[in-house]
């Protein structure tokens, strides 16, 4: 990673590097196991950071279509740091956190509660059954698949 930013700084190549910080390692939360600041690695190959505290994907993407503008008139490279929360387990039921917090966070912080009062009602019915169907679909073949009964 460090050369990526060694390179790119140097070569003042036009590349955004995104970083989504979920705030937890597998069962460690980032505070307990990142020494310094995530900025301060971009900043030392003299890398503008943008950093969002959001999950509001509307945010994001005006945000995301500033820098790229920025990258491309500058032909510079720029970092964007996204502070987020992950909502489940890494893996397996490993997550440390109470039940309680997981619900708090998801209701403050979830990308689809944040950004469906802004979507026609009508439209949002449309959206999910289409997410369902398609979700359906895929599980349905997963099913189906004869190499996964031998797995």
Same mark, same amino acid.
């Given at each position: 990673?460090y050369?990526s930013?060694?390179? $790119? +700084?140097?070569?003042?190549?036009?590349?955004?590097?995104?970083?989504?910080?979920?705030?937890?390692?597998?069962? %460690?939360? %980032? !505070?307990? +196991? =990142? $020494?310094?600041?995530?900025?301060?690695r971009? !900043?030392?190959?003299? =890398?503008? %950071?943008?950093?969002? !505290?959001?999950?509001d994907?509307?945010?994001i993407?005006?945000?995301?279509d500033?820098?790229? +503008?920025?990258?491309?008139?500058?032909?510079?490279?720029?970092?964007?740091i996204?502070?987020?929360?992950?909502?489940?387990?890494? +893996?397996?039921?490993?997550? #440390?956190?109470?039940?309680?917090?997981?619900?708090?966070?998801?209701?403050?912080?979830?990308?689809l509660?944040i950004?469906?009062?802004s979507?026609?009602?009508?439209?949002?019915?449309?959206? #999910?059954?289409?997410?369902? !169907?398609?979700?359906?679909? $895929?599980?349905?073949? $997963?099913?189906?698949?004869?190499f996964?009964?031998?797995?």
């Amino acid at each position: 990673v460090y050369e990526s930013l060694n390179m $790119a +700084s140097l070569w003042d190549a036009p590349v955004l590097f995104v970083v989504e910080n979920n705030r937890i390692a597998q069962t %460690t939360p %980032t !505070e307990l +196991s =990142i $020494a310094g600041k995530i900025p301060s690695r971009f !900043e030392a190959f003299d =890398i503008t %950071t943008t950093e969002l !505290e959001t999950s509001d994907v509307e945010e994001i993407s005006s945000a995301s279509d500033r820098i790229i +503008s920025e990258i491309r008139r500058t032909n510079k490279p720029q970092a964007l740091i996204i502070h987020t929360y992950r909502f489940g387990p890494h +893996s397996k039921g490993d997550d #440390t956190r109470s039940q309680e917090k997981v619900e708090q966070l998801k209701q403050e912080h979830d990308p689809l509660s944040i950004l469906a009062p802004s979507i026609d009602p009508d439209q949002l019915k449309n959206i #999910t059954a289409e997410v369902e !169907e398609e979700i359906n679909k $895929a599980f349905d073949l $997963a099913i189906s698949d004869p190499f996964g009964e031998t797995i």
